[in-house]
C-alpha cells in the first residue's frame, strides 16, 4: 500500500491526473486505447495498485492490469471489509473484448470491495462500438462518476497511435 500525501483526500481531479500520467506509458498502437488505472483505499488516501494497458503480457486493458498486480500483491491486513476501494481509470470500462480476454467490467465485479468508478472519457466507439460498462458497473450497484477537466489530453493520449481523420 502507497501513501500519496501529495494528493489530498478525494481530490479527484488529481487521482485522474495520476491515472493519465500512467496511461502515457502505454505502447501506442493503432489497435488499442492507452488508458492508465489506479486502486485507491479512499480511506486510507493511499494506492494499492496501478496499471497502464499493455503494461502485464498479453492484450491487457489497464483496470486488468491494475487488479491483476492488486491479486499478486494481496490486500493489506485490514482486508477489503474495512476499505472504502475505489478505481480511477481515464477511460471507461470495457463490457466487450474483441481479443476475447475477459471484459474489465467483469474483472471489477469480480474483485469486489470496489464501491465507486471514477472515469476520465466514455470508450469511444472505435473498436467495439457502444460500451455499456457504465450501465453493466451502476446495474451491479457500483457507482460511476465521471471526473471533468481532462477530457482532451485524455483522448490525446487514449488515441497517440491511431491513424488521424
Do not use: W
Not at 15 to 35: D, E, G, H, I, W
Not at 121 to 149: D, M, T
Amino acid at each position: 500500500m502507497t501513501e500519496i500525501s501529495s494528493i489530498a483526500p478525494v481530490d479527484h481531479l488529481a487521482y485522474m491526473r495520476y491515472a493519465l500520467s500512467l496511461a502515457k506509458r502505454a505502447p501506442r498502437k493503432p489497435t488499442n486505447f492507452c488508458v492508465g488505472a489506479i486502486l485507491v483505499d479512499e480511506v486510507a488516501n493511499a494506492i494499492l495498485s496501478t496499471g497502464y494497458t499493455m503494461e502485464l503480457p498479453g492484450n491487457t486493458h489497464a483496470e486488468q492490469c491494475c487488479l491483476a498486480k492488486m491479486e499478486t500483491s494481496g490486500l493489506p491486513e485490514t482486508g477489503v471489509a474495512a476499505q472504502k476501494l475505489v478505481l480511477y481509470t481515464t477511460m471507461e470500462p470495457c463490457n466487450k473484448r474483441a481479443s476475447g480476454n475477459v471484459p474489465c467490467t467483469e474483472t471489477i465485479l469480480k474483485t469486489g470491495g470496489i464501491k465507486v468508478v471514477y472515469v476520465g472519457v466514455k470508450e469511444p466507439e472505435k473498436f467495439v462500438g457502444g460500451n455499456v460498462g457504465r450501465a453493466k458497473l451502476e446495474e451491479a450497484g457500483l457507482e460511476y462518476v465521471h471526473v471533468s477537466g481532462l477530457e482532451a489530453e485524455i483522448l490525446e493520449v487514449a488515441t497517440a497511435g491511431h491513424e488521424k481523420p
